[in-house]
């Protein structure tokens, strides 16, 4: 047996992953709540051509994000054994060869890159700050690692909450004091400030330059797969933003953000923490298949219990939100994207997790194969969407996509045995309903708020009242689980 105070037994495992899983969530709670609050604040402080350039510009970095690892990171955590110093110097190393170079480049080509999106000097100093906090971000790596490979998630998420209420903070008060977008500029500077001093604080690791090639090798035979999937992933989606930047107003590409960013808003929530925690817990399990089988199964019925109905009720109450809300009409074309993202975050809610969990195992050109599948699929079905339909096009094209990946199923059940349908039915049909009964008494009930307090109340009645209907007793152990899991908290 490995050393104990390098690996963790699978009990302790078991207990750290619920817990971790959990307690992630918790403690992100409010700040994810904050920002969902503040990205609503935004949305009614800017105009869509504004918030449309920041989705661009923010695509366009991401480019650069996915050049800037060659899945070093992943492998550090996905590694069966403890990660040598060696391990953590070249990682760090290459990395930082790569980051500086990117910059390097991005700044040469800045101002070509705001030439062709049309940016007046705001735009073009938000790219250049951008790609600065490229730098910022690279060092915080390994201190990430070093939390997220021993499940210290308690740790891990306080740099996140500091970093996302430094930005949405700072964004909401220069926004109201008419910046525009520079707000999102001074924004981003801050945040990247502020998550690298905690990240050291909470993780301390001593940088350094080194290169040992045996390490390099381990790690790159893992990490070159797992990020080709990460760039794929990148054409697929963020690159397809740059080219909609240029096809599509801003002001479209705008409506587009704010339907996709909502929608995906469960997913950010819940999913996103999911996998968090559950890929090198998911690694440790690669031994003993039975353990595996049933937190995926877990894990699954987790995210279903949770994003469906959020993400049901967000479609259910969107009108009323948009009729509502004072300075929000400017949103109602984004609506019918908001549907068709919404169906997209069903079916990923279920197919991330599961994709995750071949990552996990070791298993990452399966996904790559499917990735290339999806990415090719996705630019042929949006050209010609957004070619017949126009913008609404976009989103249509996005759920169409989603809806195939559940082919993930099949190459999961080729691995090993694992129950998807017993575990998402009953969210499902819960979701279903909720949805219909909120549309259904929508038009009878008292205009503004109170109809909309109204909505959301009858909502998360119906929805619990089916659950407990349909499983009862599981629904009950797994609050019983939550509420002991909160107790334990420190």
């Known amino acids: 047996m490995a050393d104990t105070n390098q690996e963790l037994d699978i009990e302790l495992i078991k207990k750290r992953a619920v817990s971790g899983i959990i307690t992630f969530t918790l403690r992100t709670f409010f700040i994810q709540a904050y920002t969902f609050f503040a990205t609503f604040i935004l ?27 060659v899945g070093l990171a992943a492998a550090l955590i996905q590694k069966k054994q403890e990660p040598t110093r060696e391990d953590l110097v070249t990682t760090f190393t290459i990395q930082q060869v790569i980051i500086i170079a990117l910059i390097v480049l991005g700044l040469a080509f800045s101002n070509s890159i705001a030439r062709f999106y049309g940016l007046d000097n705001s735009g073009l100093m938000l790219m250049r700050v951008l790609i600065f906090s490229l730098f910022l971000s690279s060092l915080k790596t390994i201190p990430s690692v070093l939390l997220e490979r021993h499940l210290s998630f308690t740790r891990f998420v306080i740099p996140q909450v500091a970093e996302n209420f430094v930005f949405y903070t700072l964004t909401i008060i220069l926004a109201f004091l008419n910046f525009g977008l520079e707000s999102f500029i001074w924004a981003v500077l801050a945040r990247g400030i502020v998550g690298l001093v905690l990240i050291y604080a909470l993780s301390p690791w001593k940088p350094a330059l080194g290169f040992e090639m045996r390490s390099a090798k381990r790690l ?45 808003v469960p997913l950010r929530f819940v999913m996103d923490n999911v996998i968090k925690v559950t890929f090198p817990a998911y690694s440790r399990f ?57 169906i997209n975050a069903m079916f990923a809610a279920v197919n991330t997790t599961l994709t995750n969990t071949l990552f996990a195992i070791g298993k990452p050109n399966i996904v790559l194969k499917l990735m290339v599948f999806w990415t090719t699929m996705t630019w042929v079905l ?38 998807i349908l017993k575990n998402i039915y009953a969210p499902l049909i819960a979701s279903l309903i909720m949805l219909a009964l909120i549309r259904y008494f ?22 619990f009242g089916i659950m407990i209907l349909l499983i009862g007793a599981r629904l009950l152990e797994s609050l019983r689980i939550v509420f002991a899991s909160i107790r334990a908290i420190d």
């Open 442 to 463: 929508d038009h009878i009930l008292p205009p503004g708020y109170p109809g909309l307090v109204i909505q959301i109340v009858l909502g998360i009645a119906v929805y």
């Open 382 to 419: 949006t050209f010609a969407f957004v070619k017949y339909f126009g913008f609404i096009g976009v989103a249509a094209a996005s759920a169409v996509v989603a809806a195939s990946t559940s082919i993930i199923i099949y190459f999961v059940k080729k691995e090993f045995k694992v129950a």
């Open 286 to 342: 690669q031994h003993d298949i039975r353990q595996l089988s049933a937190a995926i199964e877990k894990s699954i019925f987790f995210v279903a219990l949770t994003v469906f109905p959020i993400v049901t009720g967000m479609v259910a109450i969107s009108s009323r939100v948009i009729s509502t809300i004072p300075n929000y009409g400017k949103w109602e074309p984004a609506i019918p994207l908001l549907y068709f993202f919404a």
């Open 220 to 264: 790159v035979s893992f990490g070159i797969p797992f990020q080709l999937n990460s760039i794929i992933a990148l054409i697929k989606d963020d690159l397809l933003v740059v080219f909609l930047g240029k096809i599509l107003p801003f002001a479209q590409v705008g409506y587009i953000g704010w339907a996709q960013r909502f929608a995906f």
């Open 43 to 69: 949305t009614i402080l800017i105009a869509p051509e504004i918030f449309g350039i920041y989705f661009v510009v923010t695509a366009i970095i991401n480019l650069f994000i996915y050049f800037s690892d």
